[in-house]
């Protein structure tokens, strides 16, 4: 075989075999692209119409459908009562106080030497917060004896000094009370230096007090007028120095000042400054009413009262109102029946009562004290027998205090003068702590008040109503005998209802206190007294 027909050979096999693969490999194209096609229309093709149906009322979706649908508002409502009881029984948001601080707490009078310089103040100061006062009254500061006052401006020697004063003030608001200082502005001791010169009629204190020559005989001498003194003896007393009468609504060692003298209103404007600037939070102004005295020095008779409560003390104490503000300090003054009187904060004053009183004069002092305040029903309580001190029984005194406290208003507390004696500090009682308890339920700031006397007029009783806050009803039998009250005549109060407190004689009668008893059959010792809550 030649290499010629060998080359053409090969050439003529190797055409055939790329043929054969070409041809292969068209038909493996044409096969791939349909298995591609297949696959691409099947991906992309969804359930019709009916098929889509035909699953769609399945009893399986149908019920997988109801299911949610149920599940859904089944939640929402469960959300919606969930929010509305979390509504329910979140503390209630009470308005804002309409009172200040020293409308709040108690105020507390005692005599500053039973607190200042003694080693157990911290138990003293807690023993009268776990009372629940912030407010005290210090009575006795100034250099004298009582109201007998020889020096404004200096403490009494039994105090230390003035700088002791000073840091026992900042020792009491570091704890969170508030002090007040009681002041007799009327008259001072006749050993102050400012009489002995006004005997001697120096210059600028000759007119510091009231003075008047009266008349004579020759022999013996007479007052101008008739005017008497709180122990119904004369208010004028002769002085053989200066040979005329002075002025002295009390006793004759009290010499009254001048207030119809500017120099005098200044001085006084001075002391109150000067205290003020030492750290006290305000001044309490007692016995007032005496300021200023008829200029004319008429006599005294029923149509004209010459001697207390003239229109020149309300603007007097209108003047030192502004003064003491002006400090951030407040004014409480004693005994104005003025419903007039401007820039002072508080009116105080007692109600007096005799020792075999009935439950309608008791009713009558208490209304017409609440409505002797102009703007607001808001006052001061303290209690006083006209027969003579300590005329009551500790229950009795007991249920003052529980009445004070419960009353719209503030209580005063007169400390026991013995009250801190053989430096012990005494036990907070079960009517204090509960008093103190129930004084912060915001009832007694904003809750109504409705009186009412009972059995024949020998129970005293009266609720205080809040809506959204615990309510309260004080009943107290003024009768000797157990005596049986159906309290349904006071508007909402339940069939049972909580003994929160009870005197001692009621307390003996009754189921301990936290107790449900019967509103409707309420048995009450004699004389005793019992506050419920509902």
Known sequence: MSLDKDDGAVEKLMEEGKKKL????DKYD?????ELSDHTETAYAGMGKEELMKYANSPFWVRLRWLLFVTFWLSWFAMMFGALFIIFLTPKCFPPSKHEWYQK???????????????????????????GVQNVVLTSVFDG???KVINFMQVNKFLGSNDTMKDFIKNLKSKGMKVILRLVPNHSSKTNMMFVRSVLKEQFFENFYIWNSGSSNGTQHYPINNWLSVTGESAWSWDDNRKQYYLHTFSADEPDFNFRNKDVVN?????????????????????VQYLFKDKDLKNDSLSNKATSILPETNELLSHWGDLIRNYSGVLIVSDLDSKDTKGINMVHSSVTLASNFTGEQLLHVILTKKNMMSSSSWSSWEWVCTDKPNCWKNETIDAFSILGSLL??????????????????PNITFIQSTLKELRSMPTIEFGSFNVKLLNNDTVFAFDRVMNGSESLLFAWNLSKNVTVLNL???????????????????????????????????????????????
């Open 488 to 534: 349904n005549s006071f508007d909402g109060i339940p069939a049972e209802v909580n003994l929160s407190l009870c005197t001692e004689s009621a307390c003996s009668i009754l189921p301990p206190p936290k107790s449900k008893v019967n509103s409707n059959q309420l048995r009450l010792a004699g004389e005793s007294a019992v506050v419920l809550t509902f």
């Open 408 to 425: 719209p208003g503030v209580p005063f507390i007169n400390a026991d003068p013995k009250l801190f004696e053989n430096n012990k500090i």
């Open 30 to 34: 044409e096969l791939n692209k349909l």
């Open 105 to 131: 707490s108690p105020v507390y009078i005692i005599n500053a030497s039973s607190l200042v310089n003694q080693s157990n103040l911290n138990e003293r100061i807690e023993y009268i917060q776990q009372l």
């Open 145 to 147: 004896d009582g109201d």
């Open 267 to 287: 001085y006084f404007k001075e002391v109150f400054k000067y205290w003020l600037n030492m750290g006290v939070d305000g001044l309490y102004l007692d016995k």
């Open 22 to 25: 070409n041809t292969e490999g």
